[in-house]
């Protein structure tokens, strides 16, 4: 058994333990992409985050998964996740057109690390839930935390984590202006004197963050941000004035401090 990593997902690969197979890739001066096998595969686990540079991510992998024999795929991060649905007449389902690739170029089995929502793998991918891993991170780090999902979406995961560690939960709602982009959250929390955890799947441009702490900032005593998928698109971090910000290696940033390489490992049964 051999581990195919995207370069992306090298940092993650080098924690599970397992062989990681020699490749070669390259462009041509088109901008294509080349992929190439140094060495025979059996068993190949194909382990990929699809940020930095989603498009070619893309076409990596199923160029990797083409090379192997029906290898096993692992994504750690999966991109174009929040368009899983068709949200205006006549958009695309860009996560359905994704995962449907990769199954196709050959996958005999695709999971991904706490995918946006479970909508999102349309029945073809499965899902690896890392609440346990972020719930001992915050056990860890902060006295009786009271943990704030910073959009009604995500209270699922927050909830996840709270109910497997006892902790407290609430969550702000969310709206985003679809042309504009513009984010407004709505709510209100008691965090007088508690040390508050916002936790989201995926930072991006950093708003959705900002606006949530804004609102629990000067009743809490302190304030810490978690992230699955820490992409902190132009500088995102900047906006995000927090005691902490801890974010899993599905994504390799700045602030990459938790490991999810045991999760993985638990779910592909190894
Ligand atoms: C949205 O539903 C996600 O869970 C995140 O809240 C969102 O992607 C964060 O984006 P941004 O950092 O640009 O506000």
Redesign the pocket.
């Known amino acids: 058994m051999k581990i195919v990593t995207h370069k992306n997902a090298y940092h993650l690969a080098l924690k599970l333990g397992i062989p990681i197979a020699r490749v070669k890739r390259k462009r041509f001066p088109d901008g294509e992409i080349y992929f190439r096998l140094l060495e025979p595969v059996d068993e190949g686990i194909v382990l990929a985050s699809m940020f930095p540079n989603q498009n070619d991510s893309l076409v990596e992998i199923l160029e990797m998964v083409d090379a192997l024999d029906e290898p096993i795929v692992v994504i750690s991060y999966l991109a174009y996740a ?1 368009q899983d649905r068709k949200f205006l007449s006549g958009e695309a389902v860009s996560s359905r057109a994704i995962v449907r690739a990769i199954k196709y170029a050959g996958a005999s089995e695709i999971f991904v690390v706490e995918p ?1 929502s479970i909508e999102a793998l349309h029945n073809i991918a499965k899902p690896i839930y890392v609440h346990e891993t972020l719930g001992e991170r915050i056990s860890r780090n902060v006295s009786d935390p009271l943990l704030v999902s ?2 009604f ?2 209270s699922e995961l927050v909830e996840r984590i709270a109910k497997a560690y006892g902790f407290d939960f609430a969550f702000l709602k ?1 709206y ?1 202006d679809r042309e504009t ?1 513009e ?1 407004i959250t709505e709510g209100e929390i008691d965090a007088r004197g508690r040390n508050v955890v916002i936790v ?12 949530a702490i804004k609102i629990v900032r000067d009743q809490a005593s302190s304030v810490h941000v978690l992230v699955i998928h820490g ?1 902190f ?1 132009d500088n ?1 971090y900047r906006r995000i004035e927090a005691d902490s910000i801890a974010s899993t290696d599905t994504v390799l940033n700045a602030y990459t401090k938790i490991s999810v390489a045991k999760d993985i490992l638990k779910a592909i049964k190894i």
């Open positions: 929040r946006h910073p959009d979406g995500r969310k985003r982009g984010i989201d799947d995926i930072i991006s441009t950093g708003g959705t963050m900002e606006n992409l698109v995102a």
